[in-house]
C-alpha cells in the first residue's frame, strides 16, 4: 500500500501535496459538529424512495437480470425505472470507451426525477482509473483518479444537508446491489428492506488498530464521541478486531484483513468497512474484499478499487456517515454524503435501507 504519511519531502510539488492533505484533514476535522440528537430531539430527514432509484440491470448478464427483478419486486421500483445496457460481463475493468456509450443510453433511458443508481452485476467494478459507482453517479472523468498520492475531484455531494443530489448538483449516487450469486444478494436486499423503520438500539465500533497507516480515521474519534455523547452508543477501541457482539450497526476499522467477523451479529442495515489500498476489489485481491462484510450480515460497505493512499477523504467519515443516517437518510444517501473524495472507491449495499427513518 502507498502511504500518505506526511514523510520529509524534498521535491516543492511533493511540499505543496502534504500540506493540502493536512489542510484538508484540519478542515475536515474542524467541521462544525452536527447538530444530532437521538428519536424526537432531532431534526429527521426525508428519505429516497422506490419512485427515486432507478436500477440498471445487463441484459448480458443472467444474474444481473435476475438481482434487477427481485430487487424491482421487493422494493417496488416503477418499470420505467428500469434501465437497460449490455456489455460483456466477464469484464472487471470495463474499458472507458465501452463505459461512455453505456453511460450515454443510460442517460436518455432515465426519468428526469431519478435521484440515484443502482447496479444489479458483481464482477465489473471499475471504470479505467475510477470506481464504477462514481462513474455512474457523475460520468466518467480522470479528475478522479490519480497517480500517486494526489487530492482527486471533490464530491459536492459531501457533508450535504440536500435530499435530492441529481436536482441539486446533477450527480446521482449510485450503489452496488453486488453479491457472488443469487442467494447472497437476496439475503442483502432482504436484510436491506427488513431494517426500514426498525430504529435499531445497536452499537457502533470504531477501531484504531495496531496497523497505524491504515488507522488514520481514529483522529475524528474524539469529535464523534462528543458529539454522539448519550445519544448513540459508540464504543472507540485500541484493539485489531471485535468478536462475538450481538449489537453491530456501525463497524469502521483499519486493516488488510479484518479477523471474526462472522462471530459477530449485524443488525439490519448495518454498515461496515475496513480502510485499506484494495478492499473495492471485489474479487481476486491479496487483501480482505468488502464482500465479506457482506457476507458477514452487513447491508453496506465501502472499499478501494485502485491505490488510494490513506487520505481520510477518500474513505468514508464515521461521524458524519452516522450523522445522516441516524436522522432517517437511506444507507446509500449517508454512505455518499461521508465520502469527499469518492473516485476511487465503490459503494455496496441495499440503497434504499433505511433503518433511522420515520413514518
Not at 500540506?19 to 429527521?44: D, E, R, Y
Not at 444474474?63 to 449490455?86: D, F, G, M, V
Not at 491504515?214 to 485500541?238: D, H, Y
Not at 447491508?299 to 485502485?306: L, N
Request: glycine share 6%.
Amino acid at each position: 500500500m502507498i502511504l500518505s504519511q506526511q514523510l520529509p519531502f524534498k521535491k516543492e510539488s511533493q511540499i505543496k501535496i502534504s500540506l493540502l492533505h493536512t489542510l484538508t484533514l484540519l478542515i475536515i476535522v474542524s467541521l462544525p459538529a452536527p447538530a444530532i440528537a437521538f428519536s424526537k430531539l432531532f431534526s429527521p430527514l426525508p428519505s429516497l424512495s422506490a419512485n427515486d432509484l432507478a436500477v440498471i440491470v445487463n441484459d448480458s448478464d443472467p444474474l444481473s437480470i435476475k438481482i434487477a427483478h427481485y430487487y424491482q419486486q421487493q422494493r417496488k421500483i416503477p418499470e420505467t425505472n428500469i434501465i437497460h445496457i449490455n456489455f460483456n460481463p466477464e469484464y472487471k475493468i470495463l474499458p472507458v470507451d465501452i463505459f461512455k456509450k453505456i453511460k450515454l443510453s443510460v442517460d436518455k433511458q432515465t426519468p428526469s426525477h431519478v435521484q440515484a443508481y443502482a447496479l444489479t452485476w458483481m464482477q465489473t467494478y471499475r471504470v479505467g482509473c475510477m470506481s464504477i459507482t462514481t462513474a455512474f453517479a457523475a460520468g466518467y472523468n480522470k479528475e478522479f483518479c490519480s497517480t500517486g498520492c494526489k487530492k482527486t475531484r471533490p464530491s459536492p455531494y459531501f457533508n450535504s444537508e440536500r435530499s435530492n443530489p441529481y436536482d441539486e448538483y446533477k450527480w446521482r449516487p449510485t450503489m452496488a446491489l453486488a453479491g457472488k450469486n443469487f442467494n447472497d444478494v437476496k439475503h442483502l436486499i432482504d436484510r436491506g428492506v427488513l431494517s426500514d423503520y426498525s430504529q435499531p438500539q445497536g452499537s457502533a465500533y470504531l477501531l484504531e488498530t495496531s496497523d497505524k497507516n491504515r488507522s488514520t480515521r481514529a483522529v475524528f474519534f474524539p469529535q464523534i464521541n462528543k458529539q454522539f455523547n448519550k445519544l448513540w452508543t459508540i464504543n472507540t477501541l485500541k484493539q485489531d478486531f471485535i468478536e462475538n457482539k450481538s449489537d453491530v450497526m456501525f463497524y469502521f476499522t483499519g486493516k488488510t484483513h479484518v479477523k471474526n467477523i462472522k462471530s459477530n451479529h449485524f443488525l439490519p442495515g448495518a454498515v461496515a468497512d475496513h480502510l485499506t489500498s484494495a478492499g473495492g476489489i471485489l474479487s481476486g485481491s491479496k487483501q480482505m474484499s468488502i464482500m465479506e462484510w457482506l457476507k458477514a450480515g452487513a447491508t453496506g460497505s465501502y472499499g478501494a478499487v485502485i491505490e488510494p493512499c490513506n487520505f481520510v477523504q477518500k474513505f468514508p467519515h464515521p461521524g458524519i456517515m452516522m450523522h445522516y443516517y441516524l436522522r432517517g437518510n437511506t444507507l446509500i444517501e449517508a454512505y455518499w454524503k461521508s465520502v469527499a473524495w469518492p473516485g476511487q472507491g465503490i459503494f455496496i449495499g441495499e440503497p434504499l435501507a433505511k433503518p433511522f427513518a420515520f413514518f
